[in-house]
């Protein structure tokens, strides 16, 4: 297994997106380690891209999305459930992959709860963080794309970019 470092980070949201399908993420935030492998991602590609919470600017939320490669940025939705994503692209250049699902958990939700991630993880980093990173375990998989869900509030151009990337199983 390998950690994955700020390099693999460091690089466009369209990039890092479908390569993080088929990794392992990893939690140890609750004592117990769990391990789950990604199945879906989705990329959101910075302030033109209507779908990224960044399209409207700099605010407290939006705020890791300007953060270095490898932040965690996670935000409460719907008042009650956690989604995480990791920045990519870059500081000052706002754009994060949403780990959308893992095997056996179908939803950003899902795969937050099982994995005990909450608020407290915001702007921490994937790097050389010893509560959550992701690992490449070797293995080689494909996967198909798709429309991102849950974004009716953007443009309808951005909602139909097949920016949702999916584990073939």
């Known amino acids: 297994m390998k950690k994955l ?3 693999f980070f460091d690089r466009d949201a369209l990039e890092v ?3 993080l399908a088929g990794k392992i993420l990893v939690s140890r935030i609750n004592g117990e380690e769990i391990r789950v ?3 879906e991602t989705e990329a959101y590609c910075g302030e033109n891209d209507t779908a990224c919470h960044a399209h409207k600017g700099r605010t407290r939320r939006t705020e890791a999305l300007y953060r270095e490669s490898g932040t965690v940025y996670v935000y409460l939705c719907y ?11 870059g500081k000052e250049n706002p ?3 949403l780990f959308r699902a893992g095997e056996g958990f179908d939803g950003p939700a899902k795969l937050t709860k ?3 991630v909450t608020g407290e993880l915001n702007l921490q980093s994937f790097v050389d963080n010893p509560l959550i990173w992701v690992e490449d375990d070797g293995e080689k998989h494909t996967f198909h794309t798709e429309k991102r869900v849950g974004i009716n509030y953007a443009a309808q151009e951005d909602i139909d970019k097949p920016w949702r990337f999916v584990l073939d199983k």
């Open 5 to 7: 470092d700020f390099n």
């Open 17 to 19: 997106a479908p390569e």
């Open 37 to 39: 492998r990604i199945t």
């Open 79 to 89: 008042g009650m459930h956690w989604l995480m994503n990791v920045i990519t692209g």
């Open 95 to 97: 754009q994060g992959v």
């Open 114 to 116: 099982r994995l005990g």
